[in-house]
C-alpha cells in the first residue's frame, strides 16, 4: 500500500488570514497532523507560549542555530528571523505523521527545493477590508508593524501564484475541510504510490 512516510504541508498566508487558526482547527478534528513549532527572534505576545507557539530566541542564539545546521530553513520576515527546526521535522516524517509547517514565502520556496514532494497550500483573505478588520480586532501590533506587514503582503502575494494550491478563508469551517481534502489528494497521487503498483504487478505476473 501507500509507503507511510508522512506528508509534508507547507501553509503560507498574509499575516492575519487566519492560517494558524484553520491549521489549529485541522489539528483538533483530525488525527495524524502535528505542526512544527518554529524559532524566531520576535518577542513573544500576551498568550504565547514558549515552545508551543514558537521557541523564542535571541539574535546570538539564532545565529548559533544557523551556524550548527539545526534549521531546515530560515528567513527574515519584517526585522525578525523566523526558521525551521530539523530534527522535529525530519523524526515526525519517518513517524508518518503529516507535517503542518506554518510559514513565509521565502522559507516555503527553499523547502519545496529540498523536499520536492511537500504541497504547498496560500491561504488567502476573501478580500482586503476583512483582512484589515481582522488584523484591527486581532490588535497583537501596533501602527508601524501593520504597515510593514501590509507591504510585506504585496511581497508575498507575488509568491502565491507558485502554490498548488490557492484556499480562500471566507468561512473556518469549510477552509478546514478543504485543508484535509487537499493533503488526503496529495498522498494519493500517482507518484507516492508507484511501489504499490509495482506491487501489484508482481502478484499478477505470479497469476
Ligand atoms: P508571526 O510573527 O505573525 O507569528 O509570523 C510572521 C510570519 O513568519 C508568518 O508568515 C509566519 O508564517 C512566518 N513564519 C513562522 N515560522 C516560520 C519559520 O520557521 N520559517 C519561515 N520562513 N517563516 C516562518
Redesign the pocket.
Known sequence: MFDNKGNLIIV??F?GCG?GTIVSELINRYDGYVV?V???T?KPRVNEVYGMH?FFKTEAEFEEMIKNGDLI???R??D?Y???PKVYVENMLQAGKNVI????V???KKIKELYNDAVTIFVMPPSIAKLKDRLKNRATEDENSLKERFDRSKEELKYARYYDYILVNDNLDFAVEDMHSIVCAHKHKTKFNEEFLDEIKNELDKV
Not at 101 to 104: F, G, M, N, P
Open positions: 503560507s498566508g499575516s492560517k512544527s518554529s524559532a524566531t520576535r514558537y530553513e530560515y528567513a520576515y519584517v525578525n523566523y526558521g525551521t509547517l506554518e510559514i513565509e521565502v522559507g516555503a
